[in-house]
């Protein structure tokens, strides 16, 4: 594979460098300010800002979410896309590091955008909300927003540092059963319980969940079970949350709930609906070649990265509808030790930490320096197709 001039490398290593406390003064002002799924408005106006003074030709409303936005320096292809979230999670702020994804996305961005090299191209910068519920980079995958793009980068903060992030397919279902209300006392038979099919139903799950596969669960909540405790209650609704290490096992789960919640209506005389609540997660594709590239360069600051564990599963996330499109990678930059997990109070402090700091700039140099490989090999980009293609 052809290799990628030194200098050019070390040029954008220097913009990163150069930019280290104003991309650290972005994570720490969208860590101090968390914002959530489809309100990131402040965030979204912060980092579409600094992309516009730097000469990026930005879109906002994008995918007709207000919060999401495109930048764009260059023209035409290639064209390589550097990621940006920056929704938090509410109650916990920024538990998941998206305040790390956002300032590297766009250190990257704007250090590709600084350094002349010849080639033609373009880099495209994505704002992307609502990552942990709602799904906007799946909103903007089927606006169009990637049509036109050869790869797509990014990192995410995490408790390993693994090159590859093993994340599953997930969506989540509404399940309402409707029965007949009556007296429980005073009339009693003619009464059909619809929380008790929902809870009949709860059962059913548990015993299938003993036979799933590896990477498949469903995890359900009662969100309506009646109005008093002296009604049968004649409607109750449950929200499923189904999960699988592929999308085609997640439609296979997805049949399964419905057979169960069927089944469950013509046993206990109640009807049942069953709907789709959520944009669905595709499970994400690796791009080896490109995430070899990344681990590399990472390594140059003293960074390894390692495999993921076998059979560990590390959620889901809407850069798997990306990778369905296009060569994506996605690795997990650890910022806090292996003994502690994210969606914690106390990763959203590792977040505004030391090491977080020093793990932003190395990730921002290793995005800039992928996105660069993409842009500048055309074998590089031919072999990242073939691997996508072939997944």
């Known amino acids: 594979m052809a290799l990628i001039r030194d200098d050019v490398h070390l040029a954008l290593r220097a913009e990163v460098a150069a930019r280290a406390d104003a991309l650290w003064d972005v994570a720490l002002r969208l860590h101090a300010d968390p ?3 489809f309100a990131e408005h402040r965030a979204a106006a912060l980092l579409s800002g600094e992309l516009e003074r730097a000469g990026f030709a930005v879109e906002r409303g994008v995918a007709g979410m207000p919060t999401a936005f495109t930048g764009r320096s260059g023209r035409g292809r290639p064209t390589v896309a550097l990621l940006m979230e920056y929704d938090a999670l509410p109650g916990l702020g920024h538990a998941c590091g998206h305040n790390l994804i956002a300032a590297a996305g766009l250190g990257a961005a704007l250090a590709v955008a600084a350094v002349p090299a010849p080639a033609a191209g373009s880099v495209l910068a994505v704002g992307t909300p609502a990552e ?30 693994w090159a590859r992030a093993p994340l599953t397919a997930q969506v989540q279902y509404r399940v309402a059963f409707h029965g007949r209300a009556a007296h429980p006392t005073g009339n009693p038979t003619e009464g059909v319980d ?32 009646g109005t008093a405790t002296n009604i049968v209650p004649e409607f109750a609704e449950g929200r499923f949350g189904l999960r699988a290490a592929t999308t ?13 919640a069927d089944g469950v209506a013509r046993a206990t005389g109640t009807t049942a609906e069953v709907e789709r609540a959520t944009v669905r997660y595709e499970h994400f ?41 296009v060569p994506a990678i996605h690795p997990f930059v650890a910022i806090t030790g292996e003994d502690g997990s994210d969606h914690t109070p106390e990763f959203a402090a590792a977040a505004a ?30 072999e990242a197709w073939a691997g996508h293609r072939a997944a």
């Open 35 to 37: 914002e959530y799924a």
């Open 132 to 161: 942990e519920g709602g799904g906007g980079k799946a909103l903007e995958v089927e606006a169009g927003v990637f049509d036109d793009v050869d790869a797509a980068l990014m990192f995410h903060p995490g408790v390993y540092s």
């Open 194 to 225: 619809a929380l008790a099919a929902l809870v009949e139903l709860f059962n059913v799950l548990s015993a299938l969940g003993r036979r799933l596969p590896e990477g498949s669960h469903v995890q359900g909540i009662v969100t309506h079970g």
């Open 248 to 260: 085609e096992a997640l439609e296979e789960l997805t049949e399964r709930l419905r057979v169960c």
């Open 285 to 325: 594709r690796d791009s080896e070649v490109l995430s070899e590239r990344f681990a590399a360069h990472l390594a140059r600051a003293g960074i390894p990265l390692s495999p993921p564990a076998p059979g560990v599963y590390l959620g889901s996330s809407d850069i798997g509808n990306v990778s369905t499109r």
């Open 353 to 382: 930490s030391p090491r977080a700091r020093a793990v932003l700039v190395a990730a921002a140099e290793a995005l800039a320096c992928t996105a660069a490989d993409v842009l500048l090999s055309e074998e590089l980009r031919e």
